[in-house]
């Protein structure tokens, strides 16, 4: 009797840690969020604002992991391929969710059906800048100078694919306007050429290009949301400045690993949205000229689909193929 006692109770023992991990009140242990950008970047820094405010919610800290290259699908592909515990989340961006698709040959996950959205954490417009001594004063001035001269005004990127790029691309596409991609490295070393003269125009981030304006280093032709800015609430829309469909926001939301459970997906949700209700992280955003976002994974997975078709237009018509 003792001896099948004994048997009964080690073969019981063989389940115990799959009992109780499944009885064990999620998390219990450090949550990783994988940025796939660098560290000090807009997507690093809002990994990190974001995860601190999650993880105080959640009982556990969250580890900021960065992975950045290839445009952001290294990392990307890292959330896609990460075990769906719910241990592993990530910062889903613009461009490796709705444009590298339709620019590399090949990517090693799919954005709709190795990924589960979370939630849309914020959308972020660009803003089309000059020089301060520049001549040009509008859009009208810059596409009337274009067209003088094909192939001669010269615009500055972060790097081809990106949103200052894609934004130039659909720019001479609707204006019918031909000019020189001159693409950098890197955002910032964009902007130093453009205020050095190299180059002539510039669709800047929002909070990288605000200062030199308001520094009067440079000048706002226009913002590329369909609202103007409430931090500069007098520099006009693309679509004001003639071009109606214009509308380039560079976005990025949560994101998790396909098979990740629908409760924690929903836990996700209802802790970020809380999180974009701190006085701190909304006043950080806006003053960045970003817009606040929140909603559920439903409406974020809407926006994916919807931008997917849209952005692969764009590089197909422009002819884009990555460095």
Known sequence: MKRRTFLQATAGAALVPGALFAQDKYPSKPITLICPYGAGGSADSRSRQIGKLVGQMLGQPIIIDNKPGAGGNIGTEAIAKAKPDGY??????????????????????????????????????????????????????????AKAAPGKLSYASGGIGGTHHLSGALFEHLAGIEMIHAPYKSGSA??????????????????????????????????????????????????????????????QGLVGPKGMPADLVKLFNASANKALQDE????????????????????????????????????????????
Do not use: C
């Open 88 to 145: 592993t989340i990530g910062m889903g961006n613009f461009a490796p969710l709705a444009v590298n698709h339709a620019l590399f040959k090949k990517l090693n996950f799919d954005p709709i059906n190795d990924l589960v959205p979370i939630i849309l954490i914020e959308r972020g417009p660009l803003l089309l800048t000059v020089r301060a001594d520049s001549p040009f004063k509008t859009v009208a001035d810059i596409v009337k100078a």
């Open 190 to 251: 964009a902007a130093t050429d453009l205020l050095g003269g190299q180059v002539q125009m510039m669709f800047e981030q929002m909070y990288v290009a605000v200062p030199g304006v308001q520094a009067g280093k440079t000048r706002a032709i226009a913002v590329t949301s369909k609202m103007r800015s409430p931090i500069l609430p007098n520099v006009p829309t693309m679509a004001e400045s003639g071009f109606p469909t214009f509308e380039v926001l560079n976005w």
């Open 280 to 323: 701190g992280l909304r006043k950080t955003m806006l003053s960045q000229g970003n817009e606040i976002a929140g909603g559920t994974p439903e409406q974020f997975a809407a926006l994916i689909k919807a931008e997917m078709p849209r952005w692969g237009k764009v590089v197909k018509d422009a002819k884009i193929e990555p460095e």
